[in-house]
């Protein structure tokens, strides 16, 4: 599967949930590469915008969409990453702010090989 594929296989599934892939192509298209990259290199779809920890229990939070997605994309109209966005965050109807890490610092530090 490549990312074009991995698009037009998660694109229908999301936008019946609410969410939109981001618009910009250029941004989104590597986004979706790395999630296969991810997936080769730990056997699931880790978030490409965090470091994984290696295992899945200890990185189910951030497996795309993670379980932060929601709560960002509620209050941002964005993921972490801005792989997922709402409606008026693409039609650039609301302000493209920052989105703060919500992943647990003690999982982030482990990530790092510091946990």
Same mark, same amino acid.
């Given at each position: 599967?490549? @990312?074009? %594929?991995?698009?037009?296989?998660?694109?229908?599934? %999301?936008? +019946?949930?609410? !969410?939109?892939?981001? @618009?910009? /192509?250029?941004?989104?298209?590597?986004?979706?590469?790395?999630?296969?990259?991810?997936?080769?290199?730990?056997?699931? /779809?880790?978030? *490409?915008?965090?470091?994984?920890?290696?295992?899945?229990?200890?990185?189910?939070?951030?497996?795309?969409?993670?379980?932060?997605?929601? *709560?960002?994309? @509620?209050? !941002?109209?964005?993921?972490?990453?801005?792989?997922?966005?709402?409606?008026?965050?693409?039609?650039?109807?609301?302000?493209?702010?920052?989105?703060?890490?919500?992943?647990?610092?003690?999982?982030?530090?482990? +990530?790092?090989?510091?946990?």
């Amino acid at each position: 599967m490549d @990312a074009k %594929q991995l698009y037009e296989k998660l694109k229908p599934i %999301q936008e +019946a949930k609410g !969410y939109l892939f981001n @618009a910009d /192509m250029s941004y989104t298209m590597p986004l979706l590469e790395n999630l296969l990259v991810n997936k080769e290199r730990y056997g699931y /779809m880790s978030c *490409p915008c965090r470091l994984a920890i290696g295992t899945f229990e200890e990185d189910r939070d951030i497996v795309c969409p993670c379980v932060y997605r929601d *709560p960002d994309v @509620a209050e !941002y109209g964005a993921c972490f990453c801005a792989l997922y966005v709402n409606k008026e965050w693409n039609e650039g109807k609301i302000e493209h702010k920052t989105v703060p890490e919500r992943r647990p610092a003690e999982k982030v530090m482990k +990530a790092m090989g510091l946990g």
